[in-house]
């Protein structure tokens, strides 16, 4: 995609990635509107960065959902890129039962969210001359977390929702771009400094010179053996992978 001249909507942008990324797109001079739940945080963000603007949304709820593209589409009729990047990722244990209520949650966030805030804007985004939905999925859909087993399948059906959409898209103005990343030491599960995760600007600098590219995934260099990993043969690196998890644990701030 371009990297300047856009109006770009980001869910989940004000903490994290999404905030990272918002923030250096528009420090590139596009028009960045973001959004989150809570009012009194998209105040703060925005009046950190004039001229970034706000829409208050829930993606788990269709109606929110709804309204929030209503208002974007009447507001800012130059929309032409979607960044689907709101989520969460709690820790579980699939060993025994699973908190339906929590996995109902994590299923509408991450997975329902996205498909359903890009329906509610996919037509818009056919009447721009170039136009760009971006979805964050994570290296977890290629080599699943097993403590977090239900936001690794989330991603998993992401990644494969990205993959149908950008076909059937193929002979339209819309591109398909994915984001894949690493463990990168933000606040979606704890930041602690852990040697382990990317630093946040590292991962925001290379993204974006990843995204100003046609790739159709966007990831870093030093997940790429991950990325490669599915196949007959993915079962030795995800033992191993999680196993280190085992001996080793993620800091949770717990």
Do not use: C
Request: charged share 20%; hydrophobic share 45%.
């Amino acid at each position: 995609m371009e990297l300047t001249g856009n109006t770009i909507f980001i869910t989940g942008g004000t903490s994290g990635i999404g905030r990272g990324i918002a923030e250096a797109l528009h420090r590139l001079g596009n028009q960045v509107i973001i959004s989150g739940r809570r009012a009194a945080l998209l105040e703060e963000v925005t009046a950190a960065h004039p001229g970034m603007a706000s829409i208050t949304l829930d993606v788990t709820s269709l109606d929110s959902i709804r309204a929030a593209a209503a208002e974007l589409i009447e507001r800012y009729p130059d929309l032409n890129v979607v960044f689907n990047n709101a989520g969460f990722m709690p820790f579980d244990d699939v060993s025994g039962p699973v908190d339906d209520e929590v996995a109902q949650l994590l299923i509408t966030t991450n997975l329902l969210g996205p498909i359903r805030v890009t329906s509610a804007l996919i037509e818009h985004l056919k009447t721009r001359p170039e136009a760009t939905v971006l979805y964050t999925s994570s290296v977890l859909a290629f080599v699943p977390i097993a403590s977090n087993a239900i936001y690794s399948a989330t991603k998993a059906a992401l990644h494969a929702y990205a993959l149908s959409q950008r076909f059937q898209l193929r002979n339209t103005n819309v591109r398909v771009q994915e984001i894949a990343p690493p463990w990168v030491d933000t606040d979606l599960i704890y930041k602690s400094g852990d040697p382990r995760a990317m630093p946040l600007p590292e991962f925001v600098e290379q993204t974006l010179a990843a995204l100003a590219t046609d790739a159709p995934e966007v990831f870093v260099e030093a997940i790429r053996p991950m990325r490669d990993n599915p196949g007959a043969g993915e079962h030795a690196l995800f033992e191993a992978f999680n196993q280190s998890l085992v001996e080793n644990p993620i800091p949770t701030g717990v």
